[in-house]
């Protein structure tokens, strides 16, 4: 029997797509950008003409490596998760974390090809001469989760982390960190943590007792940290309570700390172990014990926590499009099922309840890449990026889009990619396939930067009672309306009500406390009726752009089966749907006409 040489050479050997005619092929071989038609048309309709033709190559190089080279690193990092070690082979307390040659693999793409961390921060990517909108950002983190999810971490904390000190620290400490946080020279790059989760404070922030002191004129960080993710960072972001505040998050401070000093030396925190995770292994999360570790405070000492959701804001879009990318990889992955498996004599995609499965897991991805791309859009606007006098609205539906984005795409995901193991059968349970990664890692989406139940709170006891956001935020659904002209005048009607009830019901349930049970289905029912919305203004754009207008027909599978009731005992007439479907799984372009007899269907 011949012995292969290392660890790389076997797991390759399995994981390589060589075919067979009893089992069905996975995505091996691909490209995700030049395969996701829905992704390109999107940023057809948000990035200027000649930005998106600049980008194109550098999203077909990324989409054909994280289908292939980097597919294969991911499946590796994942099966080789990193090692802490707590003294060097000299017995020197020095602590190091250990990684397979695999995850560097995937820092170099990460950081260092692409720079993804630093496209919405500095000129000169790629060639262009300003920064690229968070639009464009996103189209490459999207891109790159589909292969790898558990650096999505520190890439996302890195960019934020920018924001955050950007937006907030004097001259000196952006002079000091931030050239090395926004390099793509992976000799001088200086990634990103961001400790927020003890103990005593995970979602409750204000219970947070780390302590900040000023010792001889310098701020010393004393407590316990008890999620940190990307652990041994060069560079953390947190929040500690300056000695002598009151309980509460009202005078938290927002610090940057080091992971070494000046000298070299260890700062005064040690990692004490790292987490056994259920999902995103590859990445190092660890506890970590602070005994005096030097920091610099970032702003004002009082507005800690408002800074500090700067980043939560940027993370949890991040969060967003992360689990969207899930999604669509399991879409990816359940298509070549669907197309490439034979079963009792016919392809699989001849089978009515496979095709209507396949459209079961592909809805929930295509809404959650519509509001990924519109929150990503007003993002940029809220930030004034490509001008304009509406940065206060963009600012208010920013505020209400976030969280909605949070707590439905991430929940959606887990459906999803299980769905899509489901559709491969039996060896979708096996781990050489990528379909246990993506449920395994899914199920983070809906617990970082905030767990269900506190986003929905965030949207309809802040954002709505508080804020009013969701006002702006049913404006701009209008404004999308009013900009489909294409659109049967009876269908548009009907999305104009069904936003004009989603707003009135979250403006209820959210007008005091004593709806909070209901608050996750205000969040969902106001997701679903936006990216109904979203979709049928798409396929009016990509009509009007190259003549196919099939993105529309799943705004109507979205008002069918998410927001108008059904009967469980009636057996619907699924000819309809078969219409549909034969239309949605193929990718020949449909013309208005066609699509507007099936939204009046």
């Not at 206060?392 to 795409?409: G, S, W």
Request: hydrophobic fraction near 40%; glycine fraction near 8%.
């Amino acid at each position: 029997m011949k012995e292969f040489g290392n660890v790389k050479d076997q797991d390759e050997r399995s994981h390589r797509n060589e075919g067979s005619p009893a089992v069905a092929p996975d995505t091996r071989g691909w490209n995700f950008f030049e395969a996701d038609q829905a992704l390109q048309d999107i940023l057809a309709i948000y990035l200027d003409a000649e930005l998106l033709t600049h980008l194109r190559p550098h999203l077909s190089r990324l989409g054909w490596k994280v289908a292939n080279e980097l597919d294969e690193a991911a499946h590796l990092a994942d099966r080789h998760p990193p090692i802490l070690h707590q003294r060097d082979r000299f017995g020197r307390d020095q602590q190091w974390i250990e990684y397979h040659p695999a995850y560097r693999e995937l820092e170099a793409a990460a950081y260092g090809e692409f720079a993804i961390h630093a496209l919405s921060h500095r000129a000169g990517i790629f060639g262009w001469p300003e920064p690229y909108p968070v639009v464009a950002k996103h189209a490459f983190t999207y891109l790159f989760k589909q292969a790898e999810f558990g650096l999505g971490c520190p890439i996302n904390v890195t960019d934020s982390g920018a924001h955050a000190l950007g937006k907030f620290g004097d001259d000196d400490l952006k002079a000091r960190f931030l050239p090395g946080m926004l390099t793509s020279d992976l000799d001088e790059l200086t990634q990103s943590g961001q400790y927020m989760t003890e103990k005593e404070g995970g979602s409750d922030v204000g219970k947070i007792t780390t302590e900040a002191r000023l010792i001889d004129g310098e701020w010393r960080i004393f407590g316990e940290k008890w999620f940190c993710s990307n652990a041994d960072a060069e560079v953390t972001l947190l929040l500690a309570r300056p000695e002598g505040a009151p309980d509460g998050t009202k005078r938290l401070g927002l610090f940057i700390m080091p992971f070494h000093l000046e000298d070299g030396s260890q700062n005064a925190y040690r990692i004490v172990r790292l987490k056994d995770k259920m999902g995103t292994r590859s990445m190092a999360s660890g506890e970590v014990i602070l005994d005096g570790a030097l920091a610099y405070p970032v702003g004002d000492l009082d507005r800690g926590i408002h800074q500090m959701l700067e980043m939560v804001n940027w993370s949890r879009l991040s969060n967003g499009v992360k689990s969207t990318a899930l999604m669509r990889r399991a879409v990816h992955d359940a298509t070549a099922v669907l197309r490439g498996r034979v079963v009792f004599g016919s392809a699989l995609i001849e089978k009515p309840l496979a095709r209507r499965q396949m459209l079961k897991i592909q809805l929930p991805a295509e809404q959650a890449l519509s509001f990924s791309f519109f929150t990503a859009d007003v993002l940029d606007k809220s930030e004034g990026y490509g001008g304009g006098a509406a940065r206060q609205d963009a600012a208010a539906v920013l505020r209400m889009a976030t969280p909605v984005l949070k707590f439905r795409a991430t929940r959606d995901g887990r459906a999803v990619t299980g769905d899509a193991l489901e559709m491969r059968g039996g060896i979708g349970y096996i781990e050489e396939f990528v379909n246990p990664r993506l449920v395994r890692d899914a199920h983070l989406g809906s617990i970082w930067e905030g767990a269900g139940n506190v986003v929905a709170i965030d949207a309809l006891a802040r954002a709505v009672r508080k804020h009013s956001c969701h006002e702006p935020f049913r404006a701009s659904l209008r404004a999308r309306l009013d900009d489909a002209g294409t659109l049967p005048a009876s269908y548009v009607a009907r999305l104009r009500d069904l936003v004009d009830k989603a707003t009135a019901f979250v403006e209820e349930v959210g007008a005091n406390t004593e709806n909070e049970a209901n608050y996750r289905q205000a969040a969902s029912t106001l997701y679903h009726t936006a990216t109904a919305v979203l979709l049928a203004w798409e396929g009016a754009l990509t009509f009007a752009a190259r003549g196919d207008a099939r993105r529309a027909l799943w705004s109507r599978l979205v008002v069918d089966h998410r927001l108008v009731p059904r009967d469980p005992f009636d057996a619907a007439d699924t000819g309809w749907e078969d219409a549909v479907a034969e239309r949605l799984l193929n990718d020949d372009p449909v013309s208005m006409d066609k699509v507007a007899g099936l939204l009046a269907g």
